[in-house]
């Protein structure tokens, strides 16, 4: 994926920067150091995209981890998601070289970096934000110093995302029997979301209407809610009967 640092429409491009070091003390610019053109020591992805919902609103995201020391070093990436390690993996990287990650199914993660087999975290962990996960192309650049601080900055094309919505809406109804629970499940198809399942009625002779669809809560996480109302059927049918016998 090209650097979007250097792009040509800056109003295009969102930049985030942290960095471990002391702001008092005076150092190169990392970034500036970095042969961005060389291919990385190991590739490889965290998670997988079969199950994303609307894949095409929520891009993998890039991690790139650089050795900015004059030396080879053992780098331990750990990548944490909701509280659990989803992949570790331990790289020797020469100097001035880096590791590609490809994060594929959004989420927040946070990525420690371990150095030479020590025990201890070299630096701040790396988060990467949920919303980072849209359209776009987005990538987080990290720079490992000689004495272990940390240097991250993450951009993204930063173009306009649609948001989701209610495209159409529309209701099978099969015949009824007889129960006493509701049940439904929710399965995402390409850019579509399907709703099917079971719905109690006071007796079969009801029937089922789409009422509303409507999308709740905020861009970051909303919720489609569903409602669905019952009707008395015109016309006759055969309600549930129940047979008790004398004992």
């Given at each position: 994926m090209p650097d979007r640092t250097e792009s040509t429409t800056p109003t295009n491009t969102s930049t985030q920067e942290t960095t471990t070091d002391d702001p008092g003390e005076e150092s190169d610019d990392a970034f500036d150091r970095?042969?961005?053109?060389?291919d990385?020591?190991?590739?490889?992805?965290?998670?997988?995209?079969?199950g994303v919902p609307f894949p095409k609103n929520n891009?993998?995201?890039?991690?790139?981890?650089?050795?900015?020391?004059?030396?080879?070093?053992s780098m331990t990436l750990s990548f944490r998601r909701e509280g659990e390690t989803v992949l570790e993996r331990t790289i020797a990287?020469?100097?001035?070289?880096?590791?590609?990650?490809?994060?594929?199914?959004?989420?927040?993660?946070?990525?420690?970096?371990?150095?030479?087999?020590e025990d201890s975290v070299t630096g701040t962990p790396v988060e990467v934000?949920?919303?980072?996960?849209?359209?776009?192309?987005?990538?987080?650049?990290?720079?490992?110093?000689?004495?272990?601080?940390v240097e991250t900055r993450t951009v993204s094309t930063a173009l306009g995302c649609p948001g989701p919505e209610v495209v159409?809406?529309?209701?099978e109804q099969s015949g009824g029997s007889c129960g006493d629970a509701d049940r439904a499940s929710v399965r995402f198809?390409?850019?579509?979301?399907?709703?099917?399942?079971?719905?109690?009625?006071p007796t079969p002779c009801h029937g089922l209407t789409l009422s509303s669809t409507e999308l709740r809560g905020d861009p970051e996480e909303q919720t489609l809610v569903v409602t669905v109302e019952t009707a008395d059927r015109r016309g006759g049918c055969v309600e549930c009967i129940v047979a008790e016998r004398d004992r």
């Amino acid at each position: 994926m090209p650097d979007r640092t250097e792009s040509t429409t800056p109003t295009n491009t969102s930049t985030q920067e942290t960095t471990t070091d002391d702001p008092g003390e005076e150092s190169d610019d990392a970034f500036d150091r970095l042969d961005r053109d060389a291919d990385p020591v190991e590739s490889f992805a965290v998670g997988d995209r079969e199950g994303v919902p609307f894949p095409k609103n929520n891009n993998p995201h890039d991690v790139r981890v650089y050795n900015d020391a004059d030396r080879m070093r053992s780098m331990t990436l750990s990548f944490r998601r909701e509280g659990e390690t989803v992949l570790e993996r331990t790289i020797a990287v020469p100097s001035g070289r880096r590791v590609d990650a490809t994060l594929n199914e959004p989420a927040a993660y946070r990525l420690a970096i371990t150095l030479d087999g020590e025990d201890s975290v070299t630096g701040t962990p790396v988060e990467v934000e949920r919303s980072w996960f849209d359209c776009n192309a987005s990538a987080t650049t990290t720079a490992v110093g000689p004495d272990g601080a940390v240097e991250t900055r993450t951009v993204s094309t930063a173009l306009g995302c649609p948001g989701p919505e209610v495209v159409n809406a529309t209701m099978e109804q099969s015949g009824g029997s007889c129960g006493d629970a509701d049940r439904a499940s929710v399965r995402f198809t390409d850019e579509r979301v399907r709703v099917s399942g079971t719905h109690r009625a006071p007796t079969p002779c009801h029937g089922l209407t789409l009422s509303s669809t409507e999308l709740r809560g905020d861009p970051e996480e909303q919720t489609l809610v569903v409602t669905v109302e019952t009707a008395d059927r015109r016309g006759g049918c055969v309600e549930c009967i129940v047979a008790e016998r004398d004992r």
